[in-house]
């Protein structure tokens, strides 16, 4: 039997070590990377604006280059909404309508809307000339639902619907 000095085993042992765990070591990132790409999608659907036409329509492009689009474009995701001018839009990428409502003409006691702006912020004075934020009612703009009544509970439940 052949005698091996310290230095030869030791030298050996690490060998066996550094060479088994790189081999491991690399074997573990190359299928961390793949398992990486397979559940990334390689492309991505978005609704991307025509401008010459300003219709958006559903396009695929590489997933890489949806930030760009999003940043130089009005372009925006199917079900959601463009990144420029915040238009909804459906899974096709078609505009979805959005409710218009605007204030009552009167209060429940009959006061007359004379201060309004397009928040549906609707403020009917006591006497002419009164300050618009003593009584005043807030309307939900999506859904016209009444959100703050300032006018003694004289507020109409909804703001008016526009056809």
């Not at 999608?41 to 604006?49: A, D, E, R, V």
């Not at 199917?78 to 505009?95: E, K, Q």
Request: aromatic share 6%; net charge negative; hydrophobic share 35%.
């Amino acid at each position: 039997m052949r005698k091996l000095g310290l230095g030869t085993i030791v030298l050996y042992l690490l060998t066996a070590v550094s060479g088994g765990s790189a081999t491991v070591s690399a074997q573990g990132k190359g299928s961390a990377k793949a398992q990486s790409k397979q559940s990334q999608p390689k492309k991505t659907s978005i609704c991307h604006l025509d401008e010459a036409s300003g219709i958006w329509d559903l396009i695929s492009i590489g997933t890489p280059a949806v930030s760009a689009h999003f940043r130089n474009h009005d372009d925006g995701l199917p079900n959601g909404t463009t990144t420029r001018s915040g238009t909804a839009l459906d899974g096709n990428c078609d505009v979805v309508p959005t409710p218009s409502f605007e204030c009552p003409a009167t209060d429940v006691a009959g006061f007359p809307l004379e201060v309004h702006d397009d928040t549906l912020f609707c403020s009917y004075p006591a006497v002419p000339g009164e300050d618009p934020n003593d009584f005043f009612c807030r309307y939900d703009p999506l859904t016209g639902a009444l959100v703050l009544d300032n006018d003694a509970g004289l507020c109409p439940a909804s703001a008016v619907p526009v056809p």
